[in-house]
């Protein structure tokens, strides 16, 4: 562990944040952002690369072109993981166990992603086991804002903010969250093939087998948000570890969504009722007017289902990390300045610039952004830009 650095579940630098936000409404706010596409300046990190995952490859051989080029960044995330372990349980008995028994475990995932796991393991070097928790943590650490808007002419826009690394090592030098910084340099724009032509497209971090942000070309597009709930993921990921395996992971059913749906109403209803290891929302986008939704998932089923419906006036749907019907955490208030900006850009003007503007705006864009992905169902037209938010910023 680099010397400076704090690692804890809240470092004392996180903590001196904690007042100024209690003791204002919004200290990190400012006014809508305009004019900020095409990306540059202090908020832009930089250009995301492309990958192709052959899918009539056999699994253990998909990844091993991304992995050969990505292996090294890779392996510093995973390092950082377990520096942040050791923190916790100096003895090292959790790295032991994760790298000895979890990874027997890889064999009761489903068919392909237990052997894309296996490859993904050969090819970069890192232990299986080791690759399994890095792709566990996609499940229960991932804080984003999605939002799918339809214009006036009926063309629909999907965007969301990738937020990622919430407690999991505070770099009081350079006033950042050591995750999200490492991760960065694995961000990939994905497009998997079957026949030499594109299934779906996705925007992921390498050695990441599910999806979280993806479209489906001409039919849909879909993002994926974590819900805190007190029957959340550690839940569902306890039960596999002691047996029960009948829930899904959420990033293996955006993935098979994505590869098999037919529809945005066959996207649709499996989202809504397959049963899950952790409690979600998915954000979903059509390819007619009145397609886009956000469904708020339990493990078990679908609490509520959120439509475009533009005879009511609800031209977009937008969802951070908390339920609709529920006011967000004041320490981490992102929707209310969203709509505040979505409002502010009215239907007349929105497209995928404007709705970057919105997620380049503070709290919306914040020290855990990782990146910004814009798409569009025609075609499935997919951009991605790597994010830097500038002090004064939200820790989140």
């Not at 509520?304 to 009511?312: C, F, Y």
């Amino acid at each position: 562990m680099a010397a400076g650095w704090g690692r804890a579940l809240l470092p004392p630098a996180a903590l001196l944040v904690l007042a100024p936000l209690v003791l204002a409404p919004d200290p990190y706010g400012e006014d809508c952002k305009t004019k900020t596409y095409p990306p540059s300046g202090p908020t832009f990190k930089g250009n995301v690369p492309t990958y192709i995952i052959n899918l009539d490859l056999p699994p253990s051989k998909r990844w091993d072109e991304l992995m050969r080029d990505k292996k090294t960044e890779l392996k510093t995330v995973v390092q950082n993981i377990k520096d942040i372990a050791n923190t916790f349980f100096p003895s090292g008995k959790i790295v032991d166990i994760v790298d000895h028994k979890i990874s027997h475990l890889t064999e009761t995932l489903p068919y392909p992603f237990n052997e894309e796991l296996q490859g993904i393991a050969n090819s970069s070097g890192v232990p299986l086991g080791e690759i399994v928790i890095f792709n566990i943590f996609y499940e229960i650490f991932t804080v984003c804002t999605s939002i799918v808007a339809e214009d006036k002419t009926g063309k629909l826009y999907h965007a969301r903010n990738l937020d990622f690394g919430l407690f999991l090592g505070w770099d009081v030098k350079n006033n950042s969250w050591t995750l999200t910084r490492e991760l960065k340099p694995t961000v990939v724009n994905l497009d998997f093939q079957r026949n030499n032509k594109t299934v779906f497209r996705s925007t992921n971090f390498a050695g990441y087998i599910g999806m979280v942000s993806g479209v489906k070309p001409d039919l849909f597009t879909l993002t994926m948000n974590e819900r805190f709930s007190l029957d959340g993921g550690y839940v569902g990921i306890f039960e596999w570890f002691l047996g029960r395996r009948d829930g899904m992971w959420m990033g293996f059913l955006t993935r098979a969504v994505l590869e098999n749906a037919t529809s945005y109403q066959d996207a649709k209803d499996k989202l809504a009722k397959t049963r899950l290891l952790a409690p979600a929302y998915f954000i979903l986008g059509g390819k007619n007017s009145g397609e886009g939704c956000v469904i708020t998932r339990s493990r078990t089923a679908a609490l509520d289902i959120w439509d475009l419906d533009i005879k009511k006036g609800t031209w977009y749907v937008l969802e951070t990390n908390y339920d609709r019907w529920k006011p967000p955490l004041i320490l981490d208030n992102r929707r209310t300045p969203a709509m505040k900006c979505l409002n502010q850009t009215t239907q007349e003007n929105i497209s995928l610039p404007t709705i970057y503007d919105v997620l380049s705006t503070k709290p919306v864009l914040n020290k855990l952004t990782v990146c910004t992905t814009l798409m569009e169902v025609y075609n499935g037209h997919t951009e991605t830009y790597l994010r830097e938010c500038p002090d004064p910023c939200s820790p989140w």
